[in-house]
């Protein structure tokens, strides 16, 4: 048997291995396919009467969040092997498409108990009246694993859609609370209405000091470390500590080291001691989550040029949370200048998480004319997910901007829509 996850796999390898034409080995290597390789998982995702769909479809789930591909995700609900339908409802876990809201609640449904347990999981992130409803009356499932299941999925939910109603602009909330009065029977919120206070980012996250240099060489010298004692001994640390001396000791260590968890964590102590250089190395590690760190800890350096230029380039190949990343730390390197190449990913990138992000970055950058200029994207219907619409609502929200509204965005049933809406005519009413 061949399985496992190796994420330094690359896309040669797993064509090579697709090749070969035995089916173990093809099931292995369709796994770990990634966006690179859309042209062999969408044509088996798409194929009723291959072996290897769900296995497909269960790729699907990561960096392939663009509207071409939601279609195929849609049809998989309606297949008769429940196989394929749990695999849909997983993959839609990760980027929520709209459209796949229907195939959701049938599957939560199911005949087979795996398919509705899936369902009901993803169900979790799509905060909509329907859902809300739907969920709350499978709590009374003849099934006591669904009605278990059921449960959890419902209280998530509720409290999404109480936290909205509980603080906030007293006449934000009071629209929101007027939008929820169909679900009123399953939601409750107090009769005062707090104001909103964010805390300080000092009381929001602090750091522990960085472990000593003995101890942190002890960690890499030890083939036997196990990743649970590395999560919480390492993360989350104060690097700035470290002398200089002691500084250049390990980042030849972190950066060197056989072991990918190592080299990941170990950027946020090159960000701490502003190794532009390495970090820049490490974007081309073999290892995905190794990249993420780096291209993420990127961002967290002072302006530089050319790191927005190692982004940008990255970008094009990026997807998912990566290209995420990458659009973030672009902006951060670039700082105004980036306004029109964000704006043009915001209305063109096929990818919903890099429009989504562009949105964000903008908002961040202050281009109050780039944004206002985005006004129409409103009018769209969802690509994939709300997630250009939820950016942009914030946006104006954000930075006290006056828009027209749509009025098709009132009818729509999603809670961070409506929340966003009602800030906004709150706002210019």
């Given at each position: 048997m061949v399985t496992g996850f190796d994420d330094t796999t690359?896309?040669?390898?797993?064509?090579?291995?697709?090749?070969?034409?035995?089916?173990?080995?093809?099931?292995?290597?369709?796994?770990?396919?990634?966006?690179?390789?859309?042209?062999?998982?969408?044509?088996?995702?798409?194929?009723?009467?291959?072996?290897?769909?769900?296995?497909a479809i269960e790729s699907m789930g990561f960096g392939?969040?663009?509207?071409?591909?939601?279609?195929?995700?849609?049809?998989?609900?309606?297949?008769?092997?429940?196989?394929?339908?749990?695999?849909?409802?997983?993959?839609?876990?990760?980027?929520?498409?709209?459209?796949?809201?229907?195939?959701?609640?049938?599957?939560?449904?199911?005949?087979?108990?795996?398919v509705a347990l899936e369902a009901l999981d993803t169900l979790r992130y799509y905060p909509t009246q329907r859902v809300l409803r739907a969920v709350a009356d499978l709590r009374a499932h003849p099934?006591?694993?669904?009605?278990?299941?059921?449960?959890?999925?419902?209280?998530?939910?509720?409290?999404?859609?109480?936290e909205e109603v509980v603080e906030g602009n007293p006449k934000t909330v009071a629209l929101l609370r007027e939008w929820m009065l169909p679900v009123r029977d399953l939601v409750g919120w107090p009769?005062?209405?707090?104001?909103?206070?964010?805390?300080?980012?000092?009381?929001?996250?602090?750091?522990r000091e960085a472990v000593t240099e003995a101890e942190l060489l002890a960690l890499l010298d030890n083939p036997e470390v196990d990743r649970h004692e590395l999560d919480p001994g390492l993360r989350g640390?104060?690097?700035?500590?470290?002398?200089?001396?002691?500084?250049?000791?390990?980042?030849?260590?972190?950066?060197?080291?056989?072991n990918p968890l190592f080299r990941e964590i170990g950027c946020a102590a090159l960000a701490d001691w502003q190794c532009t250089g390495e970090l820049i190395r490490l974007v081309a590690d073999p290892s995905f989550t190794v990249r993420k760190s780096a291209m993420y800890s990127l961002s967290l350096l002072a302006p530089d040029p050319a790191v927005a230029d190692v982004a940008w380039r990255y970008?094009?190949?990026?997807?998912?949370?990566?290209?995420?990343?990458?659009?973030?730390?672009?902006?951060?390197?670039?700082?105004?200048?980036?306004?029109?190449q964000l704006v043009?990913?915001?209305?063109?990138?096929?990818?919903?998480?890099?429009?989504?992000?562009?949105?964000?970055c903008?908002?961040?950058?202050?281009?109050?004319?780039?944004?206002?200029?985005?006004?129409?994207?409103?009018?769209?219907?969802?690509?994939?997910?709300?997630?250009?619409?939820?950016?942009?609502?914030?946006?104006?929200?954000?930075?006290?901007?006056?828009?027209?509204i749509p009025p098709g965005l009132a009818a729509v049933d999603n809670l961070h829509v409506q929340s966003g809406l009602c800030g906004l005519v709150a706002r210019q009413s």
């Open positions: 690359t896309s040669e390898l797993h064509r090579t291995w697709w090749a070969t034409g035995d089916p173990v080995i093809m099931r292995h290597a369709l796994g770990l396919m990634t966006r690179a390789e859309a042209d062999i998982v969408i044509a088996v995702a798409s194929d009723d009467r291959h072996p290897l769909q769900a296995r392939f969040d663009e509207a071409e591909f939601v279609p195929v995700l849609v049809h998989a609900f309606t297949h008769p092997d429940p196989a394929v339908r749990k695999a849909a409802a997983a993959a839609a876990f990760w980027f929520e498409p709209v459209a796949a809201e229907d195939g959701l609640l049938a599957a939560a449904h199911d005949d087979a108990f795996e099934d006591e694993r669904i009605r278990a299941a059921a449960t959890t999925t419902f209280d998530e939910l509720r409290e999404t859609f109480e009769d005062e209405i707090s104001p909103y206070e964010q805390l300080p980012l000092s009381a929001r996250y602090s750091r640390l104060d690097w700035s500590g470290y002398a200089p001396d002691a500084r250049a000791r390990a980042t030849a260590r972190l950066v060197g080291h056989p970008l094009a190949m990026a997807t998912g949370t990566m290209a995420q990343e990458a659009v973030r730390t672009y902006t951060t390197h670039a700082g105004p200048a980036a306004v029109d043009e990913l915001a209305r063109h990138d096929r990818r919903e998480s890099v429009r989504s992000e562009a949105i964000d903008l908002g961040k950058l202050h281009a109050v004319e780039a944004i206002s200029g985005l006004a129409d994207l409103l009018t769209e219907p969802p690509g994939v997910s709300w997630s250009v619409h939820n950016g942009l609502l914030w946006d104006f929200e954000r930075l006290g901007l006056t828009v027209p």
